[in-house]
């Protein structure tokens, strides 16, 4: 996921790919503590796609609180 791409979603949808993000973590981690996570890189990737859509989402919140 890229920032670009994200900073043409509304805030609903971010949040809707957040809750996403989430779920999969932690499924992740689940598998993870079971032993059957089969690629370790993806939870790294899923913590930071959740990092960015936290600060898209940060950013969007101060651009309307300013413009008001």
């Given at each position: 996921m890229?920032?670009?791409?994200?900073?043409?979603?509304?805030?609903?949808?971010?949040?809707?790919?957040?809750?996403?993000?989430?779920?999969?973590?932690f499924?992740?981690?689940?598998?993870?503590?079971?032993?059957?996570l089969?690629?370790?890189?993806?939870?790294?990737a899923?913590?930071?796609?959740?990092?960015?859509?936290?600060?898209?989402?940060?950013?969007?919140?101060?651009?309307?609180?300013?413009?008001?």
């Amino acid at each position: 996921m890229k920032a670009t791409e994200l900073r043409e979603k509304t805030p609903d949808q971010l949040r809707q790919d957040l809750e996403t993000l989430k779920k999969e973590a932690f499924n992740l981690r689940f598998q993870a503590a079971t032993g059957q996570l089969e690629s370790t890189a993806r939870k790294r990737a899923v913590r930071r796609d959740i990092a960015r859509v936290n600060t898209i989402l940060n950013e969007k919140a101060r651009a309307a609180a300013g413009a008001e």
